[in-house]
């Protein structure tokens, strides 16, 4: 007779560690978890798997407090939404100026703006070669050409 419950009760011990066994063991999924702890001289860093944000965790008198870490995000998400803006207001001036830029159409000059350039370009050269022939006049240097 003591036979007959043994068996039952050695299961049922087996079957209790078992559980215990695997209750114990490491969790399925670690991306399930939210934080992460690293052990440090000083503690434990904790991160937030979350949000990204680090903490040094610490005994004081016996109680465990947790400080954030200082971080550079903040100061780097601050440049970003500054750059933002400041691209933004760049592309405003751009488009309020009518200079062509990115998203603007460049149209090719007529043919008279085009006339109306070399026109301007030729008044500039015959201009240029009459004050390089009176300072050469001037300074008694013959022309040679």
Known sequence: MKAKIAIPALVLVAALAAGGVLA???PPNDSA???RMQK???GF???DAQTGQVSLCK???GAWTCESVADDRAAYEAEIGRLQN???ALERQVKDTNVPGPGM???MPTEQEIDQAVSLFER???RLRGVVENLKKESGTPDKG
């Open 105 to 107: 159409n460049f149209r």
């Open 24 to 26: 114990q063991s490491a």
């Open 40 to 42: 440090v001289d000083e």
């Open 33 to 35: 978890w939210r934080y």
């Open 124 to 126: 500039f050269a015959r």
């Open 45 to 47: 860093l904790r991160l």
């Open 86 to 88: 400041r691209v933004a």
């Open 59 to 61: 005994s004081r008198d």
